[in-house]
């Protein structure tokens, strides 16, 4: 079913924290100058603060009146349960919350700060109004009831978990069950084989699943920053999977995760390790040129190589290339980025060039804040207030799967979003090669998410406009990675498309066509196009040359 996209409903890009903060960090002590800020900025005007102050005290009045004034947001799965709007305590303490969450917005808003200051405190306030949420302590209904009906072992699981957390999890709670799954027997369970290794990648090609099988094929690139294996969790979503059994050669990086020895690795030095695995590609299959894909940072590295590949004027070895999610425009405006100075950058090169890399964990814990009821609070209750285990979820564990990045890589992601450097010719310099990508005139498809907190669609819209060739964008109506994994069985999937690429997101948008279902069978018949003529179906791995090394996944995936 196609319709046009509903007026009025234009998605919002991310609002808080995204893939630069997550990148570059948040010093505390910048949270904090915005606090102080804030507070001096209110003893100025007392007056204005005052007028805030009875209007909160006001609504504060009538609340202990039993006044409802206030909804909450159908959204917030914080005060789904009944006893929120039925029992007279809680009803109050909830409108009491909601009317301090109001007020506090309403004094910012009309405060005589800049628009940046403004920003800047309304990003922080929602942080504490989040953490101050009346469901958040035992005297959650929730928590109440399941202490009563465990007869108190859910205050003692609770205190354990906690324990566990605070020793082994960064102090945040554990999104995920890790004990229920195991790499290779779990996830990243597609037969194949290691075909080539360098120091930084291991190059897996997979059995084919069909009878016939394209000539040309496809190399997927994950970001450094996660593991491969999203491309191949469970079989019902295994993007790896639904490419093979439509009869496309595939081959994926899982990249190495470095440690100090590896401080000095960069942009340059992924290029030249992926176009090595390129060329291993090319010559197992015996085609002349290779379907690329990359997926967050992943496509910033195909885009680079394939920029690298064009100056040396050999770009004829890549057929066409796929982005999902990727940000080469780097201009994200948020107020997380208002942060982002250039005292922060130099702290933040001059951190991980101490330490040799990055640690995982660190962007975990920057990440999980971009949506903080949803990664933090909402295990908080279920792991510490109701004593629960969390859930045995296959993508969680994916993205508790942490990985490194190098420090020059690390200084090189923060350079890129400090100067945009691909929005103009010769920004960038990848392998001694100046890159312009309005000259890699291959053809490409790239994806983006609604609801993307990490690389916001419009950034990605603008991503796709700075490449040559024909282009191809879809929006998904999903998040960062429910966007990459969208199989055909989700029923609540579909996507927004338009052919016609224009210089406004906006444009774009509304002259587009809503369609339902998973944007992956449109990718499948694009990417077939690409892929040459079918043949039998070869089922050795590798060649005399490259020969199977060992099983899928490999070794480097389950480096901690």
Known sequence: MREKPTPGLLPTPATFINAQSAITGLRGRDLFST??????????????????VLALGGQLGRVLLG??????NPKDNRFADPTWRLNPFYRRSLQAYLSWQKQVKSWIDESGMSDDDRARAHFVFALLNDAVSPSNTLLNPLAIKEL?????????????????????NNGLPSQVTKHAFEIGKTVATTAGSVVFRNELLELMQYKPMSEKQYAKPLLIVPPQINKYYIFDLSPGNSFVQYALKNGLQVFVVSWRNPDVRHREWGLSSYVEALEEALNVCRAITGARDVNLMGACAGGLTIAALQGHLQAKRQLRRVSSASYLVSLLDSQIDSPATLFADEQTLEAAKRHSYQRGVLEGRDMAKIFAWMRPNDLIWNYWVNNYLLGKEPPAFDILYWNSDNTRLPAAFHGDLLDFFKHNPLTHPGGLEVCGTPIDLQKVNVDSFSVAGINDHITPWDAVY???????????????????IQSILNPPSNPKSNYIENPKLSGDPRAWYYDGTHVEGSWWPRWLSWIQERSGTQRETLMALGNQNYPPMEAAPGTYVRVR
């Open 67 to 72: 006044e409802t004034l206030h909804t909450p």
């Open 462 to 480: 603008r991503s796709t406009l700075l490449l040559g060739g024909d282009r191809r964008f879809v929006l998904s109506n999903s998040g960062h």
């Open 148 to 168: 009563f009906n465990s007869g108190g072992n859910s205050l003692v699981r609770g205190l354990s978990h906690l324990f566990d957390d605070l020793m082994h």
């Open 35 to 52: 606090l102080r800020s804030v507070a001096a900025h209110g003893l100025r005007h007392p007056v204005r603060s005052a007028r805030h």
